[in-house]
């Protein structure tokens, strides 16, 4: 995603209340529900509601969409970039603010210091950037140092949903999931926009062009 420089971003998206920089993620380890009970009313007296992570969640089109459908999920986007996220933040200014949404504006890396072991119970990776060259196969999100990450913080029978264009990075992703021993619950090629629910930015602009779109998703054994 290419974006200009804006003047005052990392001011303005650090002090909106929706948004936790590093240093407020770092407080919520593992009672991240926390930051939800006292906006969202369909946080129960008892039990806790789940916790549904995206990462790089870019504009926030999948997230904001997500959230509205259903309030019984908390739901968090993580997105490393200033400027991105204050055009989230903008795209959620137009509509009622959703209680079971908040933004991480940190960098991926940071997961295993954010979140206590099992406290997510879905991850949503949607067409992360595809690093094609293999020098840089480490950057990928399904490369085996990150997938080793989501099994540290995710619940125990949790999910991990991988939406993508780029039939490499798909094909890779899958050795990097089944090395780790997750099980494979969908894989699926050209999968048809009814079939993949909540389209984020990018599956808009992909389908837009007719391309085939990939979809995986994989439990935790
Ligand atoms: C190709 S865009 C996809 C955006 C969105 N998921 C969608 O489907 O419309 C990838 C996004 O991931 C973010 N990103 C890439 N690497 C990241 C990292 N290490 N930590 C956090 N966000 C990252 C980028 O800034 C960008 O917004």
């Not at 529900?33 to 549904?52: R, S, V």
């Not at 480490?138 to 080793?148: E, H, I």
């Amino acid at each position: 995603m290419r974006l200009r420089h804006i003047p005052g971003a990392a001011e303005a998206v650090a002090a909106h209340p929706l948004v936790f920089d590093e240093q407020a993620a770092l407080r919520q380890k593992g009672r991240w529900h926390q930051a939800f009970a006292a906006d969202n009313e369909a946080e129960p007296a008892e039990g806790l509601l789940p916790l549904h992570l995206e990462i790089g969640m870019g504009r926030g089109r999948f997230l904001l969409a997500a959230a509205a459908a259903d309030p019984r999920i908390n739901f968090l986007g993580l997105e490393k970039r200033e400027e991105i996220v204050l055009q989230a933040l903008e795209r959620i200014k137009n509509k009622r603010q959703p209680a079971n949404l908040r933004i991480l504006w940190l960098d991926v890396c940071r997961l295993p210091e954010i979140f206590a072991p099992g406290e997510v119970e879905h991850i949503y990776l949607h067409f992360p950037d595809p690093w094609p060259k293999a020098r840089h196969a480490k950057r990928r999100l399904t490369a085996p140092g990150f997938v080793a990450v989501y099994r540290a913080i995710m619940a125990p029978g949790g999910i991990l949903t991988l939406k993508t264009d780029n039939a490499p990075l798909f094909a890779w992703s899958q050795e990097t999931f089944a090395a780790d021993q997750w099980q494979a619950l969908r894989i699926e090629e050209s999968i048809a926009q009814e079939e993949t629910g909540i389209v984020s930015e990018y599956e808009g602009r992909y389908r837009r062009q007719g391309k085939p779109i990939y979809l995986a998703e994989w439990r935790i054994k």
